[in-house]
């Protein structure tokens, strides 16, 4: 069986968690079927060497025509090269609304099934008109297309699916498949080591991280659904001890950019121990950076699962998160983390009715936490504990392997 994995992000250009959905996807398929790679951002360097299989990747340009036009239609024209590209495949499967029409072309063009990974929905990130314009019309409707003509859509969570089909009724509801995104056990965990812990050491000092303090931490990027902005209201209510590092960047606006720009200033005037991270880790330094953490926040207003979550839960984090979405699937409430109640405006922002209320919530559910270091230590084990159990890249892959076979 060859299929072929259609993809925005791929290493070196990964900057969310479809991209290391992707990444991982392709590395464990690869060891049973033929898997090719097709990715936005230019060519890659003959395959895929940092893991123990190769993985071929053909990665392609913008068109030249196209430079100057609204971003979707750029991304438009990377989907008619890739679609023109997938020649004797048996599958091709997509992922994100950047690749979806290159995999409804495809699939049709070479009269193969198109299997489809929902990891987001335009219709829950109305906020997207801001980046795009009246690019998200286009978005909107090369999504929808792809939905309602996919031979199966894999969903990455329960709360995913029940979006799913209330975004596009005319989608069948026996064609959508509930995989949980998964984790690599042994990339996500803490430093074991004279070698490793020196250099985690090594990490926290040059990013001034104070590894004595009781510290959260959150890894995301600068967009509406992640919450940013009521995570750093709620801090303002955190004891003063406790310290906040955010790895946070590539915001999706300058709206976003200079909001939270705004407040990390204003919580840094107010306040020490604000550590504002806006280059992309490299993994094991991201790891040095969650270890050193006393918990892990997920605020987010739209989260299908939250691959974060699980990196975090790997490396012995417990996780306070909002209870929305596919965040209550990873989080076991009072065992591995703390769900914060959130009630949202139905309009598709995920917007809080009351945000006041839920900062506040959110910031007790922090202060709990911090404030009991040997239970969170505690909820750590346990969480690391439920990501072995439940969301290994080897069980996740052979759930899609099921879907695949259930189309061709």
């Given at each position: 069986?060859?299929?072929?994995?259609?993809?925005?992000?791929?290493?070196?250009?990964?900057?969310?968690?479809?991209?290391?959905?992707?990444?991982?996807?392709?590395?464990?398929?690869?060891?049973?079927?033929?898997?090719?790679?097709?990715?936005?951002?230019?060519?890659?360097?003959?395959?895929?060497?940092?893991?123990?299989?190769?993985?071929?990747?053909?990665?392609?340009?913008?068109?030249?025509?196209?430079?100057?036009?609204?971003?979707?239609?750029?991304?438009?024209?990377?989907?008619?090269t890739m679609a023109a590209?997938?020649?004797?495949?048996?599958?091709?499967?997509?992922?994100?609304?950047?690749?979806?029409?290159?995999?409804?072309?495809?699939?049709?063009?070479?009269?193969?099934?198109?299997?489809?990974?929902?990891?987001?929905?335009?219709?829950?990130?109305?906020?997207?008109?801001?980046?795009?314009?009246?690019?998200?019309?286009?978005?909107?409707?090369?999504?929808?297309?792809?939905?309602?003509?996919?031979?199966?859509?894999?969903?990455?969570?329960?709360?995913?699916?029940?979006?799913?089909?209330?975004?596009?009724?005319?989608?069948?509801?026996?064609?959508?498949?509930?995989?949980?995104?998964?984790?690599?056990?042994?990339?996500?965990?803490?430093?074991?080591?004279?070698?490793?812990?020196?250099?985690?050491?090594?990490?926290?000092?040059?990013?001034?991280?104070?590894?004595?303090?009781?510290?959260?931490?959150?890894?995301?990027?600068?967009?509406?659904?992640?919450?940013?902005?009521?995570?750093?209201?709620?801090?303002?209510?955190?004891?003063?001890?406790?310290?906040?590092?955010?790895?946070?960047?590539?915001?999706?606006?300058?709206?976003?950019?200079?909001?939270?720009?705004?407040?990390?200033?204003?919580?840094?005037?107010?306040?020490?121990?604000v550590v504002w991270i806006?280059?992309?880790?490299?993994?094991?330094?991201?790891?040095?950076?969650?270890?050193?953490?006393?918990?892990?926040?997920?605020?987010s207003v739209y989260e299908?699962?939250?691959?974060?979550?699980?990196?975090?839960?790997?490396?012995?984090?417990?996780?306070?998160?909002?209870?929305?979405?596919?965040?209550?699937?990873?989080?076991?409430?009072?065992?591995?983390?703390?769900?914060?109640?959130?009630?949202?405006?139905?309009?598709?922002?995920?917007?809080?009715?009351?945000?006041?209320?839920?900062?506040?919530?959110?910031?007790?559910?922090?202060?709990?936490?911090?404030?009991?270091?040997?239970?969170?230590?505690?909820?750590?084990?346990?969480?690391?504990?439920?990501?072995?159990?439940?969301?290994?890249?080897?069980?996740?892959?052979?759930?899609?392997?099921?879907?695949?076979?259930?189309?061709?």
């Amino acid at each position: 069986m060859r299929v072929d994995l259609l993809t925005r992000e791929y290493p070196p250009h990964v900057y969310g968690g479809a991209g290391v959905h992707v990444t991982e996807l392709a590395r464990v398929l690869r060891r049973s079927i033929d898997v090719r790679v097709h990715a936005f951002d230019g060519p890659r360097p003959a395959g895929d060497t940092d893991h123990d299989v190769e993985v071929p990747v053909t990665g392609y340009d913008d068109l030249p025509e196209l430079s100057s036009a609204n971003a979707a239609l750029r991304t438009f024209g990377v989907d008619l090269t890739m679609a023109a590209n997938l020649a004797g495949t048996d599958l091709v499967h997509s992922h994100t609304w950047y690749a979806n029409l290159a995999g409804t072309l495809g699939g049709l063009l070479n009269g193969v099934p198109h299997v489809l990974s929902a990891h987001s929905l335009e219709p829950l990130r109305p906020w997207k008109a801001e980046q795009l314009g009246g690019g998200y019309a286009l978005s909107s409707w090369a999504e929808r297309t792809a939905y309602e003509s996919a031979a199966a859509v894999i969903a990455v969570s329960g709360g995913m699916r029940e979006d799913i089909l209330r975004s596009y009724p005319q989608v069948d509801p026996a064609k959508v498949h509930v995989v949980h995104n998964g984790i690599d056990l042994d990339g996500w965990r803490r430093p074991t080591g004279a070698a490793q812990e020196e250099a985690a050491r090594a990490t926290l000092a040059r990013l001034a991280i104070d590894p004595a303090r009781p510290t959260v931490v959150f890894v995301g990027r600068i967009t509406r659904q992640k919450g940013l902005p009521h995570l750093l209201r709620a801090v303002e209510q955190l004891p003063p001890e406790v310290q906040l590092v955010l790895c946070a960047g590539a915001p999706d606006t300058p709206e976003i950019a200079a909001e939270v720009t705004s407040l990390v200033e204003g919580l840094q005037d107010r306040r020490d121990g604000v550590v504002w991270i806006e280059e992309m880790l490299p993994r094991e330094e991201l790891v040095a950076v969650l270890a050193a953490g006393t918990a892990f926040v997920c605020p987010s207003v739209y989260e299908p699962l939250g691959i974060v979550n699980l990196e975090a839960m790997a490396v012995g984090l417990p996780v306070v998160g909002s209870a929305t979405g596919g965040i209550p699937e990873v989080i076991d409430d009072g065992v591995t983390g703390t769900l914060v109640p959130i009630e949202q405006v139905q309009d598709g922002t995920g917007t809080p009715v009351d945000p006041q209320a839920f900062e506040h919530d959110l910031a007790e559910a922090l202060t709990a936490m911090v404030s009991d270091p040997a239970r969170a230590a505690e909820m750590g084990v346990a969480a690391r504990r439920r990501v072995e159990e439940h969301f290994a890249w080897e069980a996740i892959a052979e759930r899609t392997l099921e879907v695949y076979r259930s189309v061709l």
